[in-house]
């Protein structure tokens, strides 16, 4: 028996203090892409999120994360160094990524899943970015929440995880209603087909999604 779907958060500073944290567990292009990086803090969250999503791959294998094959694959231009996270050995396997300022999210399944994780900050809830994201309903909600800011970053973040899962498009995200959902939801709930796993930290706001349910795994 496969261990269940795994999901892990965690920051850049945490993946790097784990004593497996080593760069040479990175392929070739992605350690030429460490290489030429400018900044500091964006080498450690590239190096950071391709080793937490390897760590999450082989808890929900039982490997080891140097048997883990990664590979990425843009829908959009077909290349092969960025894009769509998946093991090159294991079709069945279903990987998911994301990363901003120092936070990570990854997840590993044996059905398509889809994380994002966004940092809590206050550039989020401007009525433009309202009205291309949400549908009214939704931004009804989000102006009557306390707290609008992390109102917005909940249905945003749920929305951007259905986009991996190729629920929908960043194009028609404001067709997309989510509004009969809780803002403020507990970690695990369900809606139609598909498991959420939803967590609001002091600092970010993250969500995973799958047809099955996905099991926060700390670090
Ligand atoms: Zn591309």
Not at 95 to 124: F, M, Q, Y
């Amino acid at each position: 028996m496969p261990n269940p779907p795994f999901a892990m958060l965690a920051s850049t500073a945490e993946v790097l203090a784990r004593p497996d944290a080593d760069e040479r567990l990175l392929t070739g292009y992605e350690r030429e892409r460490l290489g030429r990086f400018r900044r500091d803090t964006d080498r450690d969250d590239y190096l950071a999120a391709h080793l937490l999503v390897r760590y999450c791959a082989a808890a929900h294998l039982g490997t080891d994360p140097a048997a883990i094959a990664f590979g990425q694959r843009c829908p959009g231009c077909g290349s092969g160094v960025h894009g769509r996270p998946y093991l090159t050995d294991r079709p069945g396997t279903h990987l998911s990524l994301s990363h901003t300022n120092g936070v990570i999210a990854a997840a590993a399944a044996p059905v398509p899943v889809g994380v994002d994780v966004e940092h809590l900050g206050p550039r989020h809830d401007d009525p433009t970015a309202l009205r291309h994201v949400l549908t009214p309903a939704e931004a009804a909600l989000v102006r009557g929440h306390a707290d609008p800011t992390a109102a917005f970053l909940r249905l945003w973040v749920r929305k951007e995880a259905l986009i991996k899962l190729g629920r929908t498009t960043l194009d028609s995200l404001a067709e997309l209603d989510l509004s009969h959902l809780p803002i403020d939801p507990p970690a695990a709930h369900r809606d139609g087909d598909l498991h959420y796993l939803e967590i609001a930290t002091a600092t970010a706001v993250f969500t995973a999604a799958a047809t099955v349910p996905v099991q926060l795994l700390e670090l």
